[in-house]
């Protein structure tokens, strides 16, 4: 056995993990070392920009489906199951784990110490095991890198095993299907194997988040991106899911990024999970995305992409391989960013959806109930190649925009959001970037310009001085003029050529919103249930 980089041994996995590894282990490697590796493997190649391509495999999307927690006593009563998070039992685990170390036992392994929670007070360390140099290079560019110092000394907390080539006997162990990703929340360990599809690795953190700082901290945790002001300081929040603008719509230039995904909010402080960003290279451009797009650069990791004929240029209105084309780069490939990453709490916040049916107006702005009505409603359109199966954009509702990641039933997030926003300033503004002039299909979706001008508006304070007009049916306050953006567009309604279809349309999906509602109603007050749409007989 030989032992490369910095700290680790092979007694420190079979103290943490019971595994008497023969194979090398290659500890806390450089990106320049990860690269090394992954290309004299045949595992990826170079692009002209210098950042890393790979491909995943059959998997370039998550899998909901395959998403499994174990139920014991730290679980059984506080997980939300159903689903989305689906029962493993005990041991099924502790098989499927001994299945996997017996795998592991004599392959050469990348092994990368890393944390996540930029505030100290919630740091989690994690120990991160994978198969291929190129995801231990995705872990190192998504969450936080200790010091040297810091990894002389690491003790981790959780930790994670990803092992793509590793297929479980679903009759076996059971899964579902050969690909499986299993959270064990006693033994703070996450093990992942048949996809090589790297996100399954930060989201299982996420959901590990999503867990214990609400249960245990009573903190909010959330799927959202933040960005802070660089003159005034102001932080402002963006939930959504992927696909609706997170990513995009935080990469301001004139407001320093704190996180582009994963935040936690408690007091006056809200602080990134992670230490990188994973942003959707899908027609990506210089001209409409410049800050992701420059962060493209050698350290970088692009996920499923094609090539202009004959060259190593990334081709990224290509989607023969999937929608779902990604690219993961730490944040300091980003000029302008929050060091830390910690602001304070938001003066504005932004529910983004891509709404489908070209029914809500691009902008509006939300009363309280309005907000956690709409919160726990998380509407908004699964975006083609998000996830394993979806080509086209489907209708969905997502509780707190991101009910695939909670594994707390949706009224504990509310309710952290609602003590946070009562009695306060904090605005709340409903944010469509989807369609416009029509459903999908017949309309066509909001300009990027048009949107980053009304969040713009939004954040200088532009509209709290404009006329506002009630939106029917969904009773939304929608503003008659802002800033950068044709008036006739603020109004849904008036951008369709058949107003009679519209309403249709909107009474239909306002119904849609009442009938999800339901399964949320005894754990909600009068207050909230009445800000709910008012559907027409």
């Not at 996995?13 to 595994?19: C, D, E, F, T, V």
């Not at 995943?56 to 199951?81: L, Y």
């Not at 003159?231 to 992927?242: I, K, P, Q, R, Y």
Request: hydrophobic residues 40%; aromatic residues 10%.
């Amino acid at each position: 056995m030989d032992v490369f980089g910095k700290q680790g041994t092979n007694a420190d996995l079979k103290l943490s993990l019971g595994l008497d590894h023969t194979g090398s282990e290659f500890w806390n490697l450089s990106p320049a070392e990860l690269v090394e590796d992954a290309i004299i493997l045949g595992q990826g190649m170079l692009t002209d920009t210098g950042a890393l391509a790979i491909e995943t495999g059959e998997f370039t999307g998550r899998s909901p489906k395959d998403k499994f927690i174990v139920c014991d006593e730290t679980t059984e009563n506080a997980v939300w199951w159903g689903d989305v998070n689906i029962k493993f039992a005990p041991e099924k685990f502790d098989a499927l784990y001994n299945k996997m170390m017996a795998y592991l036992g004599d392959k050469d392994l990348y092994i990368r110490d890393a944390y996540a929670c930029a505030d100290p007070s919630y740091r989690m360390n994690i120990r991160v095991i994978t198969e291929t140099p190129w995801a231990n290079q995705f872990a190192y560019n998504m969450f936080l890198r200790p010091t040297e110092a810091e990894i002389e000394t690491f003790n981790p907390e959780w930790h994670v095993i990803c092992a793509p080539a590793f297929m479980a006997i679903p009759e076996q162990d059971g899964t579902r299907q050969a690909n499986f990703a299993v959270i064990n929340f006693s033994k703070k360990m996450i093990l992942i194997g048949g996809t090589g599809y790297t996100g399954e690795i930060k989201k299982g953190i996420f959901s590990v988040l999503n867990f214990v700082l609400p249960h245990e901290k009573n903190t909010l945790s959330m799927h959202c991106s933040a960005n802070i002001g660089n003159e005034t300081n102001d932080t402002a929040v963006f939930f959504g899911l992927s696909g609706t603008g997170k990513t995009t719509l935080s990469s301001d230039v004139n407001r320093r990024l704190i996180g582009d995904d994963e935040h936690g909010w408690n007091g006056n402080v809200v602080f990134n999970f992670e230490g990188g960003c994973y942003a959707k290279t899908i027609d990506l451009s210089r001209d409409k995305e410049p800050q992701i797009y420059d962060a493209i650069k050698f350290g970088a990791i692009l996920e499923n992409i094609a090539f202009e004929d004959g060259t190593s240029t990334p081709d990224y209105t290509d989607n023969s391989i999937t929608e779902n084309t990604r690219v993961s780069y730490p944040i300091h490939h980003i000029d302008n960013i929050a060091e830390p990453s910690v602001g304070t709490a938001p003066k504005n916040i932004f529910f983004l959806t891509a709404d489908a049916f070209g029914v809500l107006p691009p902008i509006s702005r939300l009363t309280n109930e309005q907000a956690m009505y709409h919160f726990m409603s998380g509407y908004t359109a699964k975006v083609a190649g998000t996830e394993m199966g979806v080509t086209e954009p489907t209708t969905t509702f997502s509780a707190c925009f991101g009910k695939a990641f909670l594994p707390l039933h949706p009224a504990k997030y509310a309710e952290l959001l609602g003590e946070k926003i009562q009695g306060t300033d904090i605005k709340v503004w409903l944010i469509n970037t989807g369609w416009t002039g029509g459903s999908y299909g017949v309309g066509s979706r909001m300009k990027l310009s048009y949107t980053r001008a009304m969040i713009t508006a939004a954040l200088t304070g532009k509209l709290d001085n404009v006329k506002f007009e009630t939106l029917p049916i969904f009773e939304l306050s929608i503003p008659t003029e802002c800033e950068g953006v044709p008036n006739e567009l603020l109004n849904p309604r008036s951008t369709w050529a058949d107003k009679a279809a519209y309403d249709e349309t909107a009474n239909n999906l306002a119904s849609q919103f009442v009938k999800n509602f339901e399964q949320y109603a005894s754990e909600t007050s009068d207050a909230i249930k009445a800000a709910q749409p008012k559907v027409m007989a």
